[in-house]
């Protein structure tokens, strides 16, 4: 495989891989708490909903945008999201967010259940609208990544590659622990993701900017492909600079743990 393949199936690893953590957070809670079987079946009926609005999404795309209009649509959203993803990134690093917590967010779901009654005989709509909820959100943000990365690429097979190999090993991990995925460096995961995000984005927004000149016709990055590593390390660079800008200053009693510290890179 290429180069530009390799980057495109840990791009799309990497963001279904948190996704999936934070949607799985949630079936456990309710499976745990309340009703497996419906936990189960409102993650399947999410599932379904996802297949026919990735086809929908993916067949408008391709049939209705030109090739440069393609990339400056999906380029703009991609560097959006990535660009919400590294400002909370930049908070949290800073000091100025709190810590995304996999074990809290179980705690919440936990207690929202508890408080929602007995289940019901059957499918307990409590445990399926909440799985539903939960896994068809984050699973939007899923589709969105696959299909953006895939379309521009030209290479879905190895988008849905990606997604298809991040969504199994969370579901293995989840498995065997048994318990919320906190073990997993999420706050870190999402910062790469956010510098991800924001170069390819910056990268099919400038090459769709194309549509505006005569022909329609692409622009093309100097060293082509390449030129996606300068721009991660220049949005990295950015980043880094506004946490020093922002940075919280620790005072003796509010001073970083070691695992705190670890996170916030």
Same mark, same amino acid.
Request: aromatic share 10%.
């Given at each position: 495989m290429t180069a530009a393949t390799w980057g495109l199936l840990i791009a799309v690893f990497v963001a279904c891989f948190v996704e999936m953590v934070?949607?799985?957070?949630?079936v456990m809670a309710m *499976?745990? @708490?309340?009703?497996?079987?419906? &936990?189960?079946?409102? @993650?399947?009926? &999410?599932?379904?909903a996802l297949a026919v609005v990735t086809t929908i999404?993916?067949? &408008?795309?391709?049939?209705?945008?030109?090739e440069s209009a393609l990339q400056l649509a999906i380029g703009g959203l991609l560097l959006i999201f990535g660009l919400q993803w590294l400002r909370k990134a930049i908070l949290r690093s800073s000091g100025r967010k709190a810590i995304h917590d996999e074990d809290q967010i179980y705690r919440d779901e936990v207690e929202a259940a508890r408080l929602a009654g007995q289940p019901a005989t059957g499918i307990d709509m409590f445990s399926f609208m909440v799985s539903f909820k939960g896994v068809?959100?984050? *699973?939007?943000? !899923? !589709?969105?990544? /696959?299909? @953006?990365?895939g379309l521009n690429a030209d290479n879905i097979p190895a988008a849905c590659v990606g997604a298809a190999a991040a969504i199994i090993i969370v579901l293995i991990?989840?498995?065997l622990a048994r318990r919320p995925l906190?073990?997993?460096?999420?706050?870190?995961?999402?910062?790469? /993701? *956010?510098?991800?995000?924001a170069s390819f984005g910056t990268y099919w927004a400038v090459e769709g900017t194309g549509i505006f000149r005569a022909g329609r016709e692409s622009i093309e990055w100097p060293g082509k492909d390449a030129i996606i590593l300068a721009?991660? !390390?220049?949005?990295?660079?950015?980043?880094?600079?506004f946490v020093a800008v922002l940075r919280v200053p620790?005072?003796?009693?509010? &001073?970083?743990?070691?695992?705190?510290?670890?996170?916030e890179v």
């Amino acid at each position: 495989m290429t180069a530009a393949t390799w980057g495109l199936l840990i791009a799309v690893f990497v963001a279904c891989f948190v996704e999936m953590v934070e949607a799985t957070t949630i079936v456990m809670a309710m *499976g745990f @708490t309340r009703s497996w079987r419906s &936990a189960l079946a409102g @993650t399947g009926a &999410a599932i379904g909903a996802l297949a026919v609005v990735t086809t929908i999404a993916g067949y &408008a795309l391709t049939t209705w945008l030109p090739e440069s209009a393609l990339q400056l649509a999906i380029g703009g959203l991609l560097l959006i999201f990535g660009l919400q993803w590294l400002r909370k990134a930049i908070l949290r690093s800073s000091g100025r967010k709190a810590i995304h917590d996999e074990d809290q967010i179980y705690r919440d779901e936990v207690e929202a259940a508890r408080l929602a009654g007995q289940p019901a005989t059957g499918i307990d709509m409590f445990s399926f609208m909440v799985s539903f909820k939960g896994v068809f959100l984050e *699973g939007m943000e !899923v !589709v969105f990544i /696959v299909i @953006t990365f895939g379309l521009n690429a030209d290479n879905i097979p190895a988008a849905c590659v990606g997604a298809a190999a991040a969504i199994i090993i969370v579901l293995i991990i989840a498995t065997l622990a048994r318990r919320p995925l906190s073990m997993i460096p999420e706050n870190l995961l999402k910062y790469g /993701v *956010g510098l991800l995000l924001a170069s390819f984005g910056t990268y099919w927004a400038v090459e769709g900017t194309g549509i505006f000149r005569a022909g329609r016709e692409s622009i093309e990055w100097p060293g082509k492909d390449a030129i996606i590593l300068a721009l991660i !390390v220049i949005w990295y660079l950015l980043s880094r600079a506004f946490v020093a800008v922002l940075r919280v200053p620790a005072s003796p009693t509010t &001073a970083p743990t070691p695992a705190r510290a670890a996170q916030e890179v």
